[in-house]
């Protein structure tokens, strides 16, 4: 049985952990990637789907295909590389000898071809949730990290934080209560690497299920985690 010690220590040893930055890191890049993704997968299927009935349409869509699984094969080159997830690489199975059709039914009707776009769709929604988690979390510690010198530099600035809405709310007026601000700042910044630790492991595991020739609807990746 761990004792209390080694329990605190394990708490606060996460401030050294350079993995909890690369994973912080990896979680702030997901916010503009996720956006250029939605971006690029909704374009090219809009303009693909929209332009078929001319031709022009087939073209795109294999482009914009190929561009999609270029980006997952880039998120998962970063789930591998930075979250350190075992992802496993799905290779197109190229089918040689068969006509321009065939290579097109055979790229469209490969399950990673799909699972790829939706993958990238869904990194926009998780992104901008990850985003405002860890924006909050940082700021709120950086603000509390910060109170010694808001209050003797920036006296002006009203400086607080309410423990209940509309009901209470704690005021620095005193030296006294900005060095305890520090003190929660110092408590509060390993609880949002915990915190980021956490999101970054449920971004590797939904790149692995995604990324991966896992069981599609199985989810064996999660059970073996």
């Known amino acids: 049985m761990n004792s209390p010690t080694q329990t605190v220590l394990r708490f606060f040893k996460v401030m050294i952990s350079g993995q909890a930055y ?134 002006d600035v009203q400086m607080g934080m309410f423990f209940r809405p509309g009901l209470a709310m704690w005021r620095v007026d005193s030296m006294s209560d900005a060095w305890l601000g520090v003190l929660m700042g110092m408590i509060l910044w390993p609880v949002s690497l915990h915190v980021t630790n956490g999101l970054a492991w449920l971004h590797a595991k939904l790149a692995k299920v995604m990324l991966s020739e896992v069981p599609w609807g199985c989810f064996s990746a999660l059970a073996k985690a």
């Open 22 to 155: 690369l994973n912080l890191l990896y979680l702030l890049a997901a916010f503009p990637l996720g956006v250029f993704y939605f971006v690029f997968v909704v374009t090219g299927l809009a303009a693909g789907i929209s332009l078929s009935i001319l031709w022009v349409g087939i073209p795109l869509l294999l482009l914009a295909g190929a561009g999609w699984r270029a980006l997952a094969g880039f998120e998962r080159w970063m789930a591998v590389h930075w979250l350190h997830e075992d992802v496993p690489a799905s290779a197109f199975p190229l089918q040689e000898g068969g006509d321009t059709w065939t290579r097109f039914r055979g790229f469209f009707t490969h399950p990673v071809t799909w699972r790829s776009p939706l993958y990238l769709l869904m990194k926009f929604p998780l992104g901008i949730a990850t985003f405002v988690i860890l924006i909050t979390l940082t700021a709120l510690t950086l603000a509390l990290l910060s109170m010694p010198y808001t209050y003797t530099y920036l006296p």
